[in-house]
């Protein structure tokens, strides 16, 4: 006679295989995501080993004279801090002064130091030097305005992040702004899809020009 397994039995024998197989869902879970996270990051490392396509580097400025600024898309001047009020700080080399606005991140007036010498880069107008950076005596420089390009977050930005942005063909759109009549052209920003470019017109004035990617070229600013 054969013996039979009890039903008390078969049961706790049911409820073990069940309780050994259930860890491995949670466990198939947790890989899927680690693979999901991994794989952005694999992209990030393989995006950085080849350059961001996206970034760009603003044409270097050479200070003015601050009795010699004239209204500007990209200007900048070299002096020494006389004055600080909040914000804003008055800037004076041997030929004048001229008062410095710093935006969000001078507020408080701690930015700069009184008879510090620094060279501000920026955008003149109104009689304002708009500061975008500040440049110390050593030679550090303080970037006091976002670096342009695609807004955080967005699917272009995450492709500038893993080096699949746009093309980026400086010399080229520099060509074609020439070519277009305007000379002195100085890169002074990225937009997410287009560079703004300070210029000098046919006629002598300053221009802020919006340069697409494309090539396509219009005005933005007469100063």
């Known amino acids: 006679m054969t013996d039979q397994p009890s039903p008390a039995l078969a049961e706790t024998h ?6 050994a197989k259930a860890p491995r869902r949670p466990a198939a879970r ?13 992209l990030g490392a393989a995006g950085l080993s080849f350059a961001q396509k ?5 044409t270097p400025l050479e200070p003015t004279a601050i ?15 006389a004055e600080i009020f ?26 700069v130091r009184k008879g510090e010498t620094v060279t501000v880069r920026g955008r003149f107008e109104n009689g304002f030097l708009h500061a975008a950076a500040l440049v110390r005596a050593d030679g550090t420089t303080t ?13 272009d930005w995450m492709k500038d992040k893993v080096g699949l942005g746009p093309e980026i063909d400086l010399p080229g759109l520099k060509a074609k702004v020439e070519a277009a009549g ?18 000098k017109g046919a006629d002598g004035r300053e221009r802020m020009l919006h340069v697409g990617f494309d090539g396509g070229i219009r005005e933005k600013r007469v100063f």
């Open 14 to 19: 049911s409820t073990e295989t069940a309780q």
């Open 30 to 42: 947790r890989g899927l995501v680690v693979g999901a996270l991994a794989l952005p990051l694999a």
């Open 54 to 58: 996206g970034e760009i580097a603003t």
């Open 67 to 81: 009795s010699a600024l004239a209204p500007s898309g990209a200007a900048a001047a070299k002096g020494e801090v």
């Open 86 to 111: 909040g914000n804003k700080f008055v800037l004076q080399d041997a030929t004048g002064r001229t008062l410095v606005e710093t935006g969000r991140q001078g507020e408080g007036g701690a930015l």
């Open 143 to 155: 970037d006091l305005k976002p670096a342009g390009g695609p807004r955080p977050g967005g699917l």
């Open 182 to 199: 305007y000379t002195d052209v100085r890169i002074a920003g990225r937009g997410p899809k287009h560079l703004d470019v300070a210029a």
